[in-house]
């Protein structure tokens, strides 16, 4: 049987980068409907940081989501298997 070993790592000088987050904004037809909110989330959820739903009569959507991990083209990708109508205004 061997001794147990203790192993310490020091990780005091490493540094952390934060993500740097972008946004992208979609119009949205009929955002309303709940059934479109929740096509919508169950879609991008996992995978962005945030979905800013317009509060009352927009149909303007922010998506923020981290570059390093989903692009703007597959989020429209991923709308578009859905079947959500939309028209990307940036990036």
């Keep these: 049987m ?11 000088r490493e540094k952390f980068q934060s993500p740097q987050y972008q946004e992208v904004t979609y119009i949205i037809p009929h955002i ?8 919508i989330y169950s879609a991008l ?3 962005v940081r945030e979905i800013q739903f317009p509060q009352q009569g927009g149909n303007l959507v922010k998506v923020i989501y ?4 989903i692009t703007p083209s597959f989020i429209d990708y991923l709308l578009l298997q859905r079947g959500v ?4 205004l940036s990036p």
Excluded: G, H, Q
């Excluded at 309303?32 to 096509?39: D, F, G, K």
């Excluded at 109508?85 to 990307?88: G, Q, S, Y």
């Design 32 to 39: 309303e409907t709940p059934t479109i909110r929740e096509t």
């Design 85 to 88: 109508e939309f028209r990307r």
């Design 66 to 69: 981290d570059p390093e991990r």
């Design 45 to 47: 959820a996992s995978l």
């Design 2 to 12: 061997e001794p147990k070993v203790r192993m310490w790592i020091d990780a005091r």
